[in-house]
């Protein structure tokens, strides 16, 4: 037999408040204290625990939010139904919930409600914590947002930063860029969710972080190096996939004379010195317009003979680290230099007649998808060379190579990301390096470039005995392929792909 009905409170003085006084009201409140303490524990855990972690943003400022909007929104449906209820029955005592410890029955409940209340916060935290953790994993960002970061994520594990965290380059400390990130994080999500992203991905990010705010956090912009021994290994594109090499010093100096004297490479970073360009386009490929000012604080602007404004002022960019090394966590290989690469290592076996121009040609075939793309790799080279030792091994390397390098479904390769580094491929330092880039009021200055051995001496270049000719003065290039008309820069034929 039920308790008898609670007596009746006094009908003259019902207070508002009596509203939210129902199990669903209640259970609105739990919910949205459940995710408010969720949210203040991310939160905490965001701030406090140095490692960072991007996605812990949409845990806490997404998820933990929509929680405590459920939570609302069932509060209010209940006080609603309340209301209703009052309403439709002014006379009839509210069905409110009224608790006395007194009765058995009203104890019980109120076990039962403390008991899930209570498990249901511990939940939220344990749930939390553990989601944290998911998160930081890369499993989570294998399967979150694989497909859309995939030849980000890819890249940058074979890169020289595969131990950086994504947001020591792309966030780095102090509240201003961590709120910045956040919001560019919630759209990022909203473009995820709603498939509105760009295939590929666009590049340059134009609101990255200056420089001097992460790359120099680890690297020090005044360390004098001198100069780097670097050997390219190259193969032709001809039947026996010739070699030639070309070793070379690349003069990179310093941005101190603590340290050895300022200049080389690295002279444009410089503390010294600032250089400030303007590009034309958005991919920053065509810069007709640069200016740099001394110590002493003398200004030159050097202009391309074609481009005789002044520049927009906030177009106007400061160079830094990126402005050349502009890949140093996501490259992506030119098809020409994987495959070159392989070919140097012994991972393709040069015998396989005219291998080079063949694995070349079928990584820069187009593809619907990796899986398309790695099927019709592996029957060409298996119809090309049946038989042939060296077969599967030129199937696995070709395979892989197309895997570390190119993303159909994103539409991301070398071609859509320039490497600022060099100048064989893309415009590079030619971009400014390009004996057309005039001092204004003094033509006969130009940006430093007549000369190849303002950035390097070749050593020694060639194949097989022809690399025991060292000269430490420098040789001239030997064009593999043929004299350089005039007035023709590198990328002009060489692409990254069969040349
Ligand atoms: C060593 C620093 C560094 C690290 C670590 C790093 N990035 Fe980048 N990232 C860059 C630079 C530099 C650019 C290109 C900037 C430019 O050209 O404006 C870039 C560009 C990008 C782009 C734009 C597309 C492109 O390739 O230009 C995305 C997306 C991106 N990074 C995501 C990530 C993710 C995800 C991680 C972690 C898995 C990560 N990055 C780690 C430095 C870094
Ligand atoms: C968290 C520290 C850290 C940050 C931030 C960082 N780097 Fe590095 N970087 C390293 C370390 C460590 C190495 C050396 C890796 C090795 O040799 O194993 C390195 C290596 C390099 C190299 C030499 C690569 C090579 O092929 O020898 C370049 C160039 C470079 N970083 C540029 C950058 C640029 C540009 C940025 C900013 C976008 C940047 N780094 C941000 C730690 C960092
Ligand atoms: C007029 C077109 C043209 C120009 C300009 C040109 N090259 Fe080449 N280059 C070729 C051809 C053709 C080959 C031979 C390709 C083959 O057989 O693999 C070649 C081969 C090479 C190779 C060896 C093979 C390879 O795939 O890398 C290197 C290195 C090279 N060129 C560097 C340069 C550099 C550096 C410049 C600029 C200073 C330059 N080239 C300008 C056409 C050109
Ligand atoms: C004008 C273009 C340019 C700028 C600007 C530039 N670098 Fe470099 N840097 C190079 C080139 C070219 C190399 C050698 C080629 C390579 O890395 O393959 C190099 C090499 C390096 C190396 C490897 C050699 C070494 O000293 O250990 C590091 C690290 C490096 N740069 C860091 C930086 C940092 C940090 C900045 C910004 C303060 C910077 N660079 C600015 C062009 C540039
Ligand atoms: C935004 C334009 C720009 C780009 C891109 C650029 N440079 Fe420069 N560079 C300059 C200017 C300007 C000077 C100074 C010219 C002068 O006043 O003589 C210079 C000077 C130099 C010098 C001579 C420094 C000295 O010792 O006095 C070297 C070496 C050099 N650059 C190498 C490179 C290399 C390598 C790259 C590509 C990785 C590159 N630059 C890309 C603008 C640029
Ligand atoms: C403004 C500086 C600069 C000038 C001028 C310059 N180079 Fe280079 N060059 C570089 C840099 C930097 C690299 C290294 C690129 C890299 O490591 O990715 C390079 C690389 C090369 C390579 C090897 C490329 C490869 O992938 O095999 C060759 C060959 C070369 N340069 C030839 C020349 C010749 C020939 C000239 C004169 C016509 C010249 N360079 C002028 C900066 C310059």
Same mark, same amino acid.
Not at 17 to 22: E, F, P
Not at 421 to 427: E, S
């Given at each position: 037999m039920p308790d008898p009905l609670p007596p009746t409170p006094d009908p003259a003085s019902p207070s508002r408040?009596?509203?939210?006084?129902?199990w669903i009201s209640l259970t609105g409140v739990i919910i949205g204290g459940g995710s408010l303490f969720a949210f203040l524990f991310l939160f905490a855990i965001d701030l406090f625990?140095?490692? @960072?972690?991007?996605y812990i943003g949409i845990l806490s400022y997404v998820v933990a939010p929509a929680f405590l909007i459920f939570g609302l929104v069932v509060f209010v449906v209940g006080a609603w139904i309340q209301h209703r209820q009052l309403k439709r029955?002014?006379?009839? #005592? #509210?069905?409110r919930l009224y608790i006395d410890f007194e009765r058995p029955h009203d104890r019980k409940v109120m076990i039962y409600f403390g008991a899930g209340a209570m498990a249901f916060l511990l939940l939220t935290a344990m749930g939390s914590y553990q989601t944290y953790h998911v998160t930081e994993s890369v499993e989570f960002c294998g399967q979150v947002c694989h497909k859309v970061m995939k030849p980000e994520f890819v890249t940058y594990q074979r890169g020289?930063?595969? !131990?950086?965290? *994504?947001?020591? *380059?792309h966030i780095g400390s102090g509240a201003k860029w961590y709120v910045k990130s956040k919001l560019s994080g919630s759209y990022q999500l909203y473009s995820v969710a709603f498939n509105?992203? +760009?295939?590929? %991905? $666009?590049? #340059?990010?134009? /609101? =990255? !972080?200056?420089a001097q705010d992460t790359c120099e956090k680890c690297h020090w912009p005044e360390k004098y190096t001198g100069n780097l021994d670097r050997t390219y290994a190259h193969y032709l594109a001809d039947e026996a996939s010739t070699p030639h090499t070309v070793r070379m010093l690349l003069h990179?100096?310093?941005?101190? &004379?603590?340290?050895?004297p300022v200049g080389g490479i690295h002279w444009h970073t410089s503390a010294a010195n600032k250089v400030e360009y303007f590009a034309s386009d958005p991919q920053r490929q065509r810069i007709p317009w640069v200016r740099v000012t001394s110590f002493q604080g003398k200004t030159t602007v050097y202009r391309s003979p074609d481009y005789q404004d002044e520049p927009p002022a906030d177009q106007i960019r400061r160079m830094d *680290? %990126?402005?050349?090394?502009?890949?140093?966590?996501?490259r992506y290989q030119t098809p020409n230099a994987a495959v070159d690469q392989a070919l140097e290592l012994g991972? =393709?076996?040069?015998? =396989? #007649?005219a291998i080079k121009r063949q694995a070349v040609e079928l990584l820069t075939s187009t593809y619907a998808s990796e899986n398309e793309a790695i099927a019709k790799i592996t029957a060409s080279l298996r119809e090309e060379y049946?038989? !042939?030792?060296g077969l599967d091994q030129a199937v696995t390397t070709t395979s892989e190579i197309y895997r570390a390098n190119f993303f159909p479904e994103m539409k991301a390769d070398w071609s859509k990301y320039p490497d600022n580094? $060099? @100048?064989?491929?893309?415009?590079g330092c030619f971009r *400014? @390096? &390009? /004996?057309?880039h005039e001092a204004v009021g003094d033509? +006969? !200055?130009? %940006?430093?470039?007549?000369?190849?051995?303002?950035c390097h001496s070749i050593v020694t270049q060639g194949k097989g005995e022809e690399l025991? /000719?060292?000269s430490l003065k420098g040789l001239s290039f030997q064009h593999p392929g043929g004299d350089i008309p005039d $007035?023709?820069?590198?990328n002009d034929c060489h692409n990254g792909k069969n040349q």
């Open positions: 408040h009596a509203l939210w006084r129902n625990s140095g490692s @960072h972690n991007p029955y002014p006379d009839a #005592p #509210p069905a020289v930063h595969a !131990r950086v965290a *994504c947001v020591e *380059c509105k992203y +760009s295939r590929p %991905i $666009g590049t #340059p990010v134009h /609101n =990255l !972080r200056p990179i100096g310093g941005g101190s &004379d603590l340290h050895g *680290c %990126i402005d050349c090394h502009n890949r140093p966590a996501h991972r =393709l076996d040069a015998k =396989l #007649p049946a038989g !042939r030792p580094k $060099g @100048h064989k491929d893309f415009p *400014c @390096h &390009d /004996n057309q033509p +006969s !200055r130009m %940006i430093a470039a007549s000369d190849c051995t303002t025991a /000719n060292f $007035g023709v820069i590198c």
